[in-house]
T-cell receptor, first 114, second 115 residues
Framework: AQKITQTQPGMFVQEKEAVTLDCTYD???????LFWYKQPSSGEMIFLIY??????QNATEGRYSLNFQKARKSANLVISASQLGDSAMYFC???????????FGTGTSLTVIP | GAVVSQHPSWVICKSGTSVKIECRSL??????MFWYRQFPKQSLMLMAT?????????EQGVEKDKFLINHASLTLSTLTVTSAHPEDSSFYIC???????????FGSGTRLTVV
C-alpha cells in the first residue's frame, strides 16, 4: 500500500483565492511526522510546513496551514491568498517513528491563474 | 537554518563517462544523507541512504556498482554515476539528516544529461 497518496495531479486556483491540496497517509506507527514541500521548476525542494502526530493543533506557517485529521489519516495543505509565485509542484511526505526515511507522494502541480 | 550545498547544479556528459555529484552540509553535521532520483513530472524515488563512515544502503533495484556513494565525513557525501548512459539522465537530489527535528534539508539538485 502507498504510504502517501496525493490524488490531485494538477490544480488551478485564481490569484488571491485559497486552495487545498489533498494528502492521505498510511501508517501503523503512533509517532510520525507529516511534511509538505514545494518544488518550483528550478528543482529545489522547499520545506513548507510540518505536523507531528501528537500535535493537537493544526500547524500554520504564514499563508500555509495543515488541516490534520488524524482519524481520517489526512494532512491537507491549505494555501491562502494564492500568489503567482505559488505555482509549483507540491509534495506531501511522511517520516515514521524514529526512522530516517521519508515517503513522498506523487505530487500535485499547482497553477495560479492571474 | 540548515543548508545543504549540492554541486553541480547541472551537468552534461558523454555516454560511458562518470559523473560525481557532491552534497555538503554547511552548518550542521549530516550523519545521514539520502540520495533521490526524480524523473520529469514524477515523485522523488529514494536511491540510497548513506551513513557517515559506513557503507550505503541501497534501495531495491538500484545498482550499487553504478551509483557509488561515499560519505567519508560528517559534512560531505558524494554520488558517482559510473559509466553513465542516456537512461541515467535524471534529476538527482540529496537531503541531509542528523538530528533535525522537523525534517531534512534538501540540496538544490543536479540535472544530469547523458548524451
Amino acid at each position: 500500500a502507498q504510504k502517501i497518496t496525493q490524488t490531485q495531479p494538477g490544480m488551478f486556483v485564481q490569484e488571491k483565492e485559497a486552495v487545498t491540496l489533498d494528502c492521505t497517509y498510511d501508517t501503523s506507527d503512533q509517532s510520525y511526522g507529516l511534511f509538505w514541500y514545494k518544488q518550483p521548476s528550478s528543482g529545489e525542494m522547499i520545506f513548507l510546513i510540518y505536523q507531528g502526530s501528537y500535535d493537537e493543533q493544526n500547524a500554520t506557517e504564514g499563508r500555509y496551514s495543515l488541516n490534520f485529521q488524524k482519524a481520517r489519516k489526512s494532512a491537507n495543505l491549505v494555501i491562502s491568498a494564492s500568489q503567482l509565485g505559488d505555482s509549483a509542484m507540491y509534495f506531501c511526505a511522511m517520516r515514521e517513528g524514529t526512522g530516517n526515511q521519508f515517503y513522498f507522494g506523487t505530487g500535485t502541480s499547482l497553477t495560479v491563474i492571474p | 537554518g540548515a543548508v545543504v550545498s549540492q554541486h553541480p547544479s547541472w551537468v552534461i556528459c558523454k555516454s560511458g563517462t562518470s559523473v560525481k555529484i557532491e552534497c555538503r552540509s554547511l552548518d550542521f553535521q549530516a550523519t545521514t544523507m539520502f540520495w533521490y532520483r526524480q524523473f520529469p513530472k514524477q515523485s522523488l524515488m529514494l536511491m540510497a541512504t548513506s551513513n557517515e563512515g559506513s557503507k550505503a544502503t541501497y534501495e531495491q533495484g538500484v545498482e550499487k556498482d553504478k551509483f557509488l556513494i561515499n560519505h567519508a565525513s560528517l559534512t560531505l557525501s558524494t554520488l558517482t554515476v559510473t559509466s553513465a548512459h542516456p537512461e541515467d539522465s535524471s534529476f538527482y537530489i540529496c537531503s541531509g539528516g542528523g538530528g533535525l527535528v522537523y525534517g531534512y534539508t534538501f540540496g538544490s539538485g543536479t540535472r544530469l544529461t547523458v548524451v
